[in-house]
């Protein structure tokens, strides 16, 4: 009986190491999903304070002037360019995305309660990516709490166009094409505190799917 008990306890003491391995906690997206649910609260806010813990931006200005006074004007005023020619574009009928993201959380309504799908992610200690999906669905929207006369901006196709449209305004239908789904990647990189903050934006323009308004009013 002992020899095959002492045969036994590698055998259970293996499965108790593996069992650990395999009940360890996976990587979760949950650091760079938190960043940038305060980034797109900012942007909707026009949080200058919180946009500056958000992007990588505003510790590059700080390098590069050394003194905290000069970067905090620097910065606004970068940010205040991309919020500027925002609104310039969505009333040109195309928008041209900044590279920090600010734009892309404008128009897609990113803010707080929104919920995006994480289609992959990669943390490292100093850097990382997170690719999201976006589906919009703005024939189907009640769009009831907006005044009549109310302007609404709705992202179409090709990536960048954008439909100005007038709430209680009649439309032809087949004469638009809005966007249905995109994904964007956002890379990140700790700062000297270790804090995340984006680094950069892509929208992913060969992930784009378009669909046709069948809808006469909003």
Known sequence: MKKYLNFALPIIAMTILLSGISC????????????????????????????????????????RFGEEGASKIEFKKKIDEIYDSYMKEIQEGHLNFDPYGIKAAK?????????????????????????????????????????YGTTLFFLGCPVGKIYKIIRGKTYKKNKRFYLKEIQTKWYFKRDLNNNWKIVKMEILKDTAKCQKSFRIEY
């Open 24 to 63: 360890k906690k996976k990587k979760d997206d949950l650091e760079f999903r938190i960043t940038l649910s305060k980034f797109f609260t900012a942007v909707q806010k026009k949080d200058y304070k919180a946009l500056a813990s958000t992007l990588y931006l505003y510790d590059e200005i700080l390098n």
């Open 107 to 147: 128009i897609m309504g990113l803010g707080k309660g929104f919920y995006y799908l994480t289609v992959k992610f990669e943390m490292n200690e100093e850097d990382g990516y997170i690719i999201l999906k976006h589906s919009f669905s703005y024939d189907k929207f009640d769009y009831s709490a907006f005044p």
